[in-house]
């Protein structure tokens, strides 16, 4: 009887999957949490935090795809174009926070989102990019690899 084969679990798919966890929990107590205990300024920092660490997971993938695409292997296309929209998101997700602290003293309403937790509902605008993002920069390269497909038609292949 042939013994079963476990797919082996990295140290880093293990802190990856530990963090996806915890990003996901802390960033969506804005959500469910109490309305006196909802912190919106804690959420734009934890939101800086996780937007620059996933940033770098999306933009190692997308250098794989671009060099597999320059040796001749294309992805499906649908994996492509998530990729490319992971990178505008993780640029979102990065400048919104940087941008609510830099003029929250300037702007009334962004002082009482800031400071005084009005108008929570305003993270779900980061929060369902960030769900994206975190799909595909930790949760789809734990789950399989990018399937690629070889584009190039060597000389032999050619019709005559």
């Known amino acids: 009887m042939p013994k079963k084969r476990f797919k082996e679990i990295t140290t880093e798919d293990f802190i990856n999957a530990v963090f996806i966890l915890v990003t996901v929990f802390i960033l969506s107590s804005i959500i469910w949490s109490d309305k006196d205990q909802r912190d919106v300024s ?25 060099d597999n ?10 994996i492509a174009i998530s990729y490319s929209v992971s990178k505008f998101l993780v640029v979102f997700c990065c400048a919104v926070p940087i941008c609510f602290y830099s003029m929250a003293d300037k702007n ?19 929060f ?8 595909w920069g930790y949760i789809y390269p734990l789950l399989t690899n990018i399937p690629y497909e070889c584009k190039d038609i060597r000389f032999e292949e050619r019709a005559k």
């Open 42 to 66: 804690g959420y734009y920092q934890n939101l800086l935090i996780v937007s620059f660490s996933i940033a770098s997971a999306i933009l190692h993938i997308c250098y794989e795809i671009r």
């Open 108 to 126: 009334t309403l962004l002082t009482q989102h800031m400071q005084d937790n009005k108008y929570w509902g305003i993270c779900l605008i980061t």
């Open 69 to 78: 695409k320059n040796n001749g292997y294309e992805p499906p296309f649908w």
């Open 128 to 135: 369902i990019p960030l769900l994206f993002i975190v799909t």
